[in-house]
């Protein structure tokens, strides 16, 4: 119900940024053989949200896809949403996931961006990613660092080439 409730708020305010709406792969498993019903879909619809303005982070826990995920996953993206890969970084991202689901948007996880301050090889592994973002077209915000408010007070948002930085703010 959180996201039905970001939702509703979202349109009530008539906002005009992204809204990210976090889902893990699994959650979709109960879309398999229905993605039209996907209650991200009817909420905009129901609110009236353009879903131009929608992005879908497909985070990546358990990054097990077939090709009925990505059925469903391609599903927002005819809808008119765009879909971003959450956390890219963080376990054993690799271009597959890229490959098969083709984001719009891809969020690196700050431990990730931090890594690439102290070594050669995950700041030009970061530099390659950012030209390639460029290079598909990977949406306007291409690659997003992701981190918290509490790591922007502290100081904590690594100084790099990452076009955007998205933040969790905190209480």
């Not at 996201?3 to 889902?23: C, D, G, H, Q, T």
């Not at 700041?123 to 408010?149: H, I, N, P, Q």
Request: proline share 2%; hydrophobic share 40%; net charge negative.
């Amino acid at each position: 119900m959180v996201r039905r409730y970001a939702m509703k708020k979202y349109a009530e305010e008539k906002r005009n940024e992204y809204l990210f709406i976090n889902i893990r792969l699994a959650w979709l498993d109960n879309y398999i053989n229905k993605p039209e019903e996907l209650s991200a879909l009817q909420w905009a619809h129901e609110f009236g949200i353009s879903l131009d303005r929608i992005v879908i982070e497909i985070t990546e826990e358990e990054f097990n896809i077939d090709e009925a995920h990505i059925n469903v996953a391609s599903y927002y993206k005819k809808a008119g949403c765009r879909i971003a890969l959450d956390d890219y970084g963080k376990n054993d991202s690799n271009i597959d996931r890229i490959a098969l689901l083709q984001p719009d948007i891809i969020k690196i996880n700050m431990d990730y961006t931090h890594k690439s301050e102290k070594s050669h090889i995950y700041r030009e592994y970061l530099k390659y990613l950012s030209r390639f973002a460029e290079a598909e077209k990977l949406g306007s915000a291409r690659l997003l660092e992701y981190g918290t408010s509490a790591d922007m007070e502290k100081g904590e948002i690594p100084d790099s080439f990452v076009g955007y930085a998205a933040m969790a703010f905190t209480g």
